[in-house]
Antibody
Framework: QVQLKESGPGLVQPSQTLSLTCTVS????????VHWVRQPPGKGLEWMGG???????DYNSALKSRLSISRDTSKSQVFLKMNSLQTDDTAIYFC??????WGQGASVTVSS | DIQMTQSPSLLSASVGDRVTLNCKAS??????LNWYQQKLGEAPKLLIY???NLQTGIPSRFSGSGSGTDYTLTISSLQPEDVATYFC????????FGSGTKLEIK
């Protein structure tokens, strides 16, 4: 069955770079898009960006200058890198296949 | 960018009530709209895709409708397990979530 699992550091210092990995199973990255969505504590959902089956990417215009999404199809992994983190980047970060199936989320706190 | 406005932000209703949640887009989104349910501490779950298509495994008391800029999620008979926050999501131009409607039992 389709599964996604996010992994990464729970704590990141301000101004540093966040690196998250989404490991997937049950589907092919070359046939499906994978997106990153985040949710600050007590707030709504924000689409961050995605990588399509052909490897092209799209980003939220508000995050585009800080965000990079890539993948390794041989390892069934999708990567998120976001630089210049601030405290308001504290959130649960989800990866999702086609905005249908979702991972459980990874909690990231930005604090010194 | 397309903005999605959900109303009300908080809805309190009784078990068995018919409830309606609204989502308004800042421009025509051609029915390219999904609805998600998110329970506390969980990932969002897809309920409805392309305005009115029920995702597999979702109870038939959930339904969606709309066109143009105005869309609705209806729960025909509210159940205790429906307590959650509901988000609409457009994918017509860019990808944007609404701000959510929190549904409580009265």
């Amino acid at each position: 069955q389709v599964q996604l699992k996010e992994s990464g550091p729970g704590l990141v210092q301000p101004s540093q770079t966040l690196s998250l990995t989404c490991t997937v199973s049950g589907f092919s990255l070359t046939s499906n898009s994978v997106h990153w969505v985040r949710q600050p504590p007590g707030k709504g959902l924000e689409w961050m960006g995605g990588i399509w089956g052909d490897g092209s990417t799209d980003y939220n215009s508000a995050l585009k200058s800080r965000l990079s999404i890539s993948r390794d199809t041989s390892k069934s992994q999708v990567f998120l890198k976001m630089n210049s983190l601030q405290t308001d980047d504290t959130a649960i970060y989800f990866c999702t296949r086609e905005l249908g199936a979702w991972g459980q989320g990874a909690s990231v706190t930005v604090s010194s | 960018d397309i903005q999605m406005t959900q109303s009300p932000s908080l809805l309190s209703a009784s078990v068995g009530d018919r409830v309606t949640l609204n989502c308004k887009a800042s421009q025509n989104i051609n029915k390219n709209l999904n609805w998600y349910q998110q329970k506390l501490g969980e990932a969002p779950k897809l309920l409805i895709y392309y305005t009115n298509n029920l995702q597999t495994g979702i109870p038939s008391r959930f339904s969606g409708s709309g066109s143009g800029t105005d869309y609705t999620l209806t729960i025909s008979s509210l159940q205790p397990e429906d307590v959650a926050t509901y988000f609409c999501f457009q994918y017509n131009s860019g990808l944007t979530f609404g701000s959510g409607t929190k549904l409580e039992i009265k």
